[in-house]
């Protein structure tokens, strides 16, 4: 499978809209069918040019795809896969967009059984907007996905799976579910958890002191910005790995007040340095 | 003095380069004279169009000036105040662009006496790029410029301060030294010491998750990439404002992790959408 022929995206939001939107401009996939949740929503995407079928139901969307994108929120994706296992197709790939993936993976793969294969995946382009309307055709462009198989996953569904997402312009990392759930612990959940912090902390301050601020309080604080909704289910889904995260990250900024507090200027700047190092070696 | 007739410049780096550019864009000073600490920057700016003097010393810089502005780091501004006490005009008007004001204020009028008048000014654009080179006429638009007057600051110096940086393009903020410092180690520093400190504890993980990170923490790190040696004078200078504000985030944290580790998702919630409502209050 080359380029797709038939696929179904279920339950489109920023992700599953910009799936949409990607694969006719990369010439990725021959025909797209899409089930939305709300009717609304429905009405709106048949009249999308990129859009080649609309149905009213999840099961119906599967019928003929050969590929099917789960695009709906974390605990929403593993309640589709139980809704869609009795009606996929033979030996058709399924994937997602969860942006946490043991338990997901788990769940998903077991509700599809042996019919259809399931491999997990996460593009990491995320946004603090929301909704198919803000998805775009080059989303994925330079974004790292993570494809996320499990030992007992068809190699060849892997292959697929890792294609479609290359084709949409993503740079595709294979890794085990556990460890993309302590990878984004730490890169994604964290970083959010911290965000958010020092919003609701600085919001116990002066209203005016956010007026004043520059671009350095700006960039710290975008995705505190991101949709609480989606947010708690991240937290839900992944609590273990973000505790551990947060502690560690809690004692290092002991080992920085303590330096502060002691005056040990030299260990100070030792932080300062070495967090510079960190930050300068990130792609450009 | 509506337009500034002679502005001195002393040891222009990222913000002293700007003003240097930006008055001649608008029209805000007839001549420029500036002295920079290495002869080989002094060299680089004598060929520069908009720079009509170089000076081998800053007392020969202040001289003929209405108006000096101080831009060396912190804890040279100071210096730089007593070397040109003796030597800058009567009545002349002396500003700065360092990061913190209650000691470096007061001891900046201290230096200049009776014979010009002090006025402290921050302007937030600082960036994490350095040196003059980096300047840019439009580096003030539209930014915050602090301007921090003592109880004993000559009223019209306060208002010819005020006016030269809004000439530049800023939106001035006149608030006291100490101020302004309680302002900055929330808005400013406390940022800074949690962009390093997740630096510094994410170098401490795989060097290969730096790679596939989104630009959630592209943007929640990008100053931790600043100049290390400017941020431990900032953070030398106003260090009891940071462990206050560091303290006050650190206990906002711990109820981040207690309200996660209860699973109390209510909680969680509540945060998260506390802390999106901050950042969604920010200026576009």
Not at 63 to 86: F, G, K, N
Not at 192 to 221: E, H, I, K, M, Y
Not at 228 to 243: D, G, P, S
Request: hydrophobic share 40%; proline share 6%.
């Amino acid at each position: 499978m080359s380029v797709v022929s038939h696929l179904a995206i279920l339950a489109p939001g920023l992700l599953g809209g910009s799936v949409a939107l990607a694969p006719k401009a990369r010439g990725a996939a021959k025909t797209i069918t899409i089930w939305a949740r709300r009717p609304e929503v429905r009405i709106q995407l048949a009249s999308q040019p990129w859009c080649d079928h609309v149905t009213s139901t999840p099961e119906e969307a599967v019928r003929q795809a050969d590929l099917v994108v789960l695009a709906a929120p974390v605990e929403r994706i593993i309640e589709l896969a139980h809704t869609i296992s009795p009606h996929v197709k033979e030996g058709a790939r399924v994937t997602d967009v969860g942006s946490t993936k043991a338990a997901l993976t788990r769940a998903c793969a077991a509700a599809l059984g042996n019919r259809a294969h399931f491999v997990g995946a996460h593009p990491m382009a995320g946004s603090e907007k929301t909704g198919w309307e803000n998805g775009s055709a080059d989303l994925f462009q330079k974004r790292v996905c993570f494809v996320t198989p499990l030992p007992s996953s068809d190699p060849a569904a892997v292959e697929d799976v890792a294609r479609f997402w290359t084709h949409l312009g993503a740079q595709v990392t294979t890794v085990s579910p556990d460890e993309h759930d302590e990878i984004v612990a730490h890169i994604s959940h964290l970083p959010q958890a911290l965000a958010t912090t020092l919003c609701t902390f600085l919001s116990q301050r002066p209203p005016a002191w956010r007026n004043v601020s520059g671009n350095g309080l700006r960039d710290t604080t975008r995705i505190a910005g991101s949709d609480a909704t989606m947010w708690i289910e991240i937290f839900r889904n992944n609590r273990e790995e973000v505790l551990r995260a947060l502690r560690g990250l809690q004692t290092e900024l002991e080992g920085f007040h303590a330096a502060l507090a002691n005056g040990d200027w030299l260990e100070v700047q030792a932080r300062l340095e070495r967090g510079k190092a960190y930050r300068d070696g990130f792609r450009p």
